[in-house]
T-cell receptor, first 115, second 115 residues
């Protein structure tokens, strides 16, 4: 069974640029969530995708957007990067419906540095 | 709104001694609570979860947690620490009933284990 994989693992961007992060969900999982973890903080919920639709969003501006594909893989896009966007971005997948039981399976994350 | 408060940012123990990581929660209804662990440069891994069944929950690697409604607490314990337990631990509450699954993380407790 393949776990959640994310790419790239590290990347550096400059302010104003755009970035795309990718995630392959665990086999059989149709729900994908994205979290932002700033240094020294707990992860913060960005949004969740279920069957290719965004069905929940945290307190993040519209320049954070995403996609989910028919194979349940997902992308996180961030436009107009700001210094505060520097963080570890975690993708998590889960099986079943969007309500779930709370158990998420996390990837190792993509560490974004904005200069 | 659901929230969790981790009472200690750092906990230091010696190998072979008990571990206690403290967590208080706030929820307007019966919560689903979790503990996740994050080792350096690794993704988050579920240790255990409480979903209104038994109040004493056993998890992986010898960890357990007790749900105490009267104290709004969900402390994580282990009888005997091992060097490999050194990591960041997050207490987490799930936000059900909103149509999607959102996890709210505490700020984390870093567990240091000395020989």
């Amino acid at each position: 069974e393949t776990g959640v994989t994310q790419s790239p693992t590290h990347l550096i961007k400059t302010r104003g640029q755009q970035v795309t992060l990718r995630c392959s969900s665990q086999s059989g999982h149709n729900t994908v969530s994205w979290y932002q973890q700033a240094l020294g903080q707990g992860p913060q919920f960005i949004f969740q995708y279920y069957r290719e639709e965004e069905n929940g969003r945290g307190n993040f501006p519209p320049r954070f957007s995403g996609l989910q594909f028919p194979n349940y893989s997902s992308e996180l896009n961030v436009n107009a990067l700001e210094l505060d966007d520097s963080a570890l971005y975690l993708c998590a997948s889960s099986p079943g419906t969007s309500r779930g039981t709370g158990e998420l399976f996390f990837g190792e994350g993509s560490r974004l540095t904005v200069l | 709104a659901q929230s969790v408060t981790q009472l200690d940012s750092h906990v230091s123990v010696s190998e072979g001694t008990p571990v206690l990581l403290r967590c208080n929660y706030s929820s307007s209804y019966s919560p689903s609570l979790f503990w996740y662990v994050q080792h350096p440069n690794k993704g988050l891994q579920l240790l255990l979860k409480y979903t209104s069944a038994a109040t004493l929950v056993k998890g992986i690697n010898g960890f357990e947690a007790e749900f105490k409604k009267s104290e709004t607490s969900f402390h994580l314990t282990k009888p005997s620490a091992h060097m490999s337990d050194a990591a960041e631990y997050f207490c987490v509450v799930s936000s059900p009933g909103t149509g999607f699954q959102k996890l709210v993380f505490g700020t984390g407790t870093r567990l240091l284990v000395s020989p």
